[in-house]
């Protein structure tokens, strides 16, 4: 339980280490770092490109045409791309946490019956 509760909490491949699963657990970390940076370089991509159009004009500084403008979304291969990375954090998280406690019920299991 303590490594599907690091691995939820902390980072995904967390539990693995304590596991002591260590490629799973690089695996996992890796992935999950990729997808993670990716959805958060593209948010804050977004963010400053309409702060540049806030500050030359193009944009009042409003909550609801800062929202309109937000609530566009963007088409073409980078928001497939973004929706991809988005997909793949979610579900190495997931992963990460459903495989942490499986191995960790199965190490327990296994010293209770090597007792």
């Keep these: ?6 691995s939820a909490m902390v980072f995904p491949g967390v539990g ?6 260590y490629v799973t657990a690089i695996v996992l970390a890796g992935a999950t770092f990729v997808s993670l940076y990716w959805v958060i ?6 963010a400053l490109q ?7 004009g193009e944009i009042q500084l409003d909550v609801t045409a800062i929202t ?7 088409t073409g291969t ?4 973004l929706n991809i990375a988005s997909v793949a954090l979610i579900i190495c998280w997931l992963i990460g946490i459903v495989d942490s406690y499986r191995i ?4 327990v299991n296994s ?4 007792d």
Excluded at 41 to 46: D, F, G, Q
Excluded at 50 to 56: V, W
């Design 1 to 6: 339980m303590k490594a599907a509760l690091l």
């Design 16 to 21: 693995h280490f304590f596991l002591k699963k």
């Design 68 to 74: 309109e403008i937000l609530s566009k979304q963007s």
């Design 41 to 46: 370089s593209k948010t804050v991509e977004r």
């Design 50 to 56: 309409i702060t540049e159009k806030i500050q030359q």
């Design 111 to 114: 010293d209770v019956v090597g």
């Design 104 to 107: 960790g019920r199965l190490q």
């Design 78 to 81: 980078e928001a497939q791309l």
